[in-house]
């Protein structure tokens, strides 16, 4: 049967079941071949069969109902009182056994292992019940109660038998067999239904134990099957016997190799009890396990003596009832956890530090950052971090470095490999593109073990991979940014994919700016004259844009073109278009004040769909917007008169009563069949757009 012991295969549970149908298969030869069914009588050998038997199940109660008093299992329980009434009822068969105690036999000694079988069957099938949690409160309350009238029930059934009183005095007739059928069939369906249950069960626990008591209760079916069917003191009637001697008898033997194997009773039936019981003891050794981590991390901070951590394993043994060496597997699994768990916190702060390298960052800040996040993981650690700069180590603002720290500080950045400080400090260097680039120290006050040593290596890389990140970044984005929009320069470094080609439809307000009398005023200016005129209109120009956080897609010439809403998203982008194009002209007019023949801007600002995104070709693109409504945005500013805002009827509805516009009615404009309704922007109503 031990075949089946553990994850079995099919094969497996065929040889059990084969086991366990073997008996009932010999009780069906001796009964249909009735000259098999041997006669044998011996009276001392039943007595002591039967009373071993008793003691077994008596036994094995008592230790199932010290686990449900400490768990508070309604299972366990009604377990040990199925145990307890069969092993009652069983002594009393066996004291009742004739011309041992009794001169004769009578109705108390055939009836007496029928009955209690029948009883220990009741408690079998309600144990395998999933009670709801007021009934199980109730069962507890009342447990003594039960095991007083169970025993009661006993006492009064062995002082009727061996005192020769009525009913139980008289020898039953052979043709008596119907109370006896009635009580098998009720054991067989009650044993049979609790087999199949702890079955189910076991299949999601795979405990021994439980497998132990599913065979139990199948042999004391069978057991049932074979009082019924058997004759008195014939191989038919001894099978019963043997049935429940093996029954009882394997339940034993499973608690006692599982005793032997563990060293202690505490967990024996665990493993039979409530989902309840289970969980909340999965808990308590997890707590356990939880105490002896915190115990263990302690004590390697200084936090907790040896003698500290050692009362807590011992604590933790004693409450579990476990063994030397038990606690000694517990506290390996302890500083393994542990170990674990502090590599995890550490290989965090790794994933970290390379989090922390965003788009733009400063060196100081990523140094504080990283040294913050290694300090926080590794305990007991003094961490600093300095950077080279003008030629020179900087150490931050702190504590004074020794002069020997310092050292072997440039040692490290001088060799470009790992050095070993005072103290058996470590101290690691960052070379970014081949130049020493700053070293971070890890001093905690002694040699450093190797795993923590691979460890911070492996930081001192994340962190020279995030400064030369950094540092790339910090010079993409003032690179790009003299070039673009800083939405957009900002939008490229933190994700490059978006310079792929394409884009989408989104609602943005165009501006285009050009100056009317370019040409006359190229034609008799020099090209410094002209190259200075644009460079102050278009900083000017710029500046409106972007301090409305608008987009300038392009210069062209003595023209230029803004979106707003793109590439990032303004719900009054109208608005802020109408606030650029009025203080770009008045930072125009002041500029030209004192130079009438300088050219004036003349605006056109539309709103609706476009398509936006990057235009071109494979090697060279550009961030840009094309539809209707930016062609109409453009022929607007042709029809502008020099210094002032034209918008459209799109653009005009979306701010709403604080603009101060003249109507010009609907524009036939160049390339479009339809008409355009326009207006001349003079002022903003409430808004200080010159600000």
Aim: glycine letters at 8%; aromatic letters at 8%; hydrophobic letters at 50%.
């Amino acid at each position: 049967m031990e075949l089946v012991a553990g994850r079995g295969s099919a094969a497996r549970v065929t040889v059990w079941v084969a086991h366990l149908a073997a008996p009932l298969a010999g009780l069906w030869l001796l009964v249909a071949r009735p000259e098999l069914d041997v006669h044998w009588q011996h009276e001392p050998t039943h007595f002591w069969l039967v009373l071993a038997v008793a003691l077994v199940s008596l036994g094995l109660a008592v230790v199932i109902n010290q686990a449900a008093i400490r768990r508070s299992d309604t299972r366990l329980l009604l377990v040990a009182l199925s145990f307890l009434v069969a092993a009652a009822f069983l002594g009393l068969h066996a004291a009742a056994t004739p011309q041992v105690v009794l001169d004769a036999r009578n109705a108390g000694f055939a009836y007496a292992s029928p009955v209690g079988l029948t009883l220990a069957a009741v408690f079998a099938g309600f144990s395998a019940l999933d009670l709801s949690e007021p009934a199980r409160a109730r069962l507890l309350r009342r447990s003594g109660m039960l095991r007083g009238v169970l025993l009661g029930l006993a006492v009064a059934w062995g002082v009727v038998s061996l005192t020769g009183r009525p009913p139980l005095n008289r020898i039953p007739g052979a043709d008596e067999s119907a109370p006896a059928i009635l009580l098998a069939a009720v054991g067989v369906i009650l044993f049979g239904y609790a087999a199949l249950r702890y079955y189910l069960l076991y299949r999601r626990r795979r405990a021994v134990m439980l497998l132990s008591v599913v065979t139990a209760y199948v042999l004391l079916a069978e057991a049932a099957v074979a009082m019924a069917a058997g004759t008195s003191w014939h191989a038919s009637w001894w099978l019963w016997h043997v049935l429940m001697a093996a029954g009882f008898g394997y339940v034993a033997y499973s608690a006692w190799v599982q005793y032997r194997n563990e060293g202690a009773a505490a967990g024996l039936f665990a493993a039979v009890g409530t989902d309840d019981t289970v969980r909340r003891l999965r808990a308590s050794y997890g707590k356990a396990l939880e105490d002896l981590v915190s115990a263990l991390r302690g004590s390697e901070q200084g936090a907790l003596g040896d003698d500290q951590l050692a009362a807590t394993t011992e604590r933790v043994a004693r409450r579990f009832e476990l063994t030397d060496g038990q606690a000694a597997v517990l506290g390996r699994a302890a500083g393994a956890l542990a170990g674990e768990r502090d590599q995890i916190r550490k290989l965090g702060a790794l994933v970290a530090v390379g989090q922390d390298a965003r788009v733009v960052i400063a060196d100081d800040e990523l140094v504080r950052t990283a040294v913050r996040r290694v300090e926080s993981v590794f305990d007991r650690y003094r961490v600093r971090i300095a950077l080279v700069e003008d030629n020179r180590l900087i150490f931050p603002a702190g504590p004074a470095v020794t002069p020997e720290m310092f050292r072997a500080a440039q040692r490290a950045l001088t060799t470009k490999t790992i050095e070993t400080g005072p103290r058996g400090a470590l101290l690691l260097p960052f070379v970014v593109k081949g130049h020493p680039a700053g070293v971070l120290v890890a001093d905690r006050g002694g040699p450093v073990p190797e795993r923590d040593a691979a460890l911070l290596a492996s930081l001192a890389a994340q962190i020279t991979i995030a400064l030369e990140n950094a540092r790339l970044y910090r010079t993409l984005d003032g690179l790009f940014r003299q070039y673009m929009s800083p939405d957009v320069a900002t939008a490229l470094v933190a994700d490059p994919s978006q310079a792929a080609l394409g884009g989408a439809v989104v609602e943005v307000t165009s501006l285009f700016a050009d100056l009317r009398g370019f040409s006359t005023f190229s034609e008799f200016s020099t090209p410094g004259e002209i190259v200075e005129m644009l460079n102050r209109y278009f900083d000017v120009a710029t500046h409106a844009v972007l301090g409305e956080n608008g987009t300038v897609v392009q210069f062209v010439g003595d023209a230029l073109m803004a979106l707003f809403n793109a590439p990032a998203r303004q719900p009054d982008h109208a608005l802020r278009a109408a606030r650029a194009a009025l203080r770009m002209q008045e930072e125009v007019n002041r500029i030209a004040a004192g130079r009438p023949q300088w050219p004036r801007f003349r605006v056109g600002i539309n709103t609706g769909e476009a398509l936006v995104g990057n235009i071109g070709g494979e090697a060279l693109r550009n961030f840009n917007a094309m539809g209707d409504a930016v062609n109409v945005a453009a022929r607007l500013e042709s029809r502008a008169e020099p210094g002032q805002v034209v918008i459209g009827a799109s653009t005009y509805d979306r701010i709403g009563d604080c603009a101060k516009v003249t109507a010009l009615g609907e524009l036939i404009v160049k390339g479009r069949v339809q008409p355009v309704g326009a207006y001349v922007l003079h002022d903003l109503t409430g808004e200080d757009h010159a600000h």
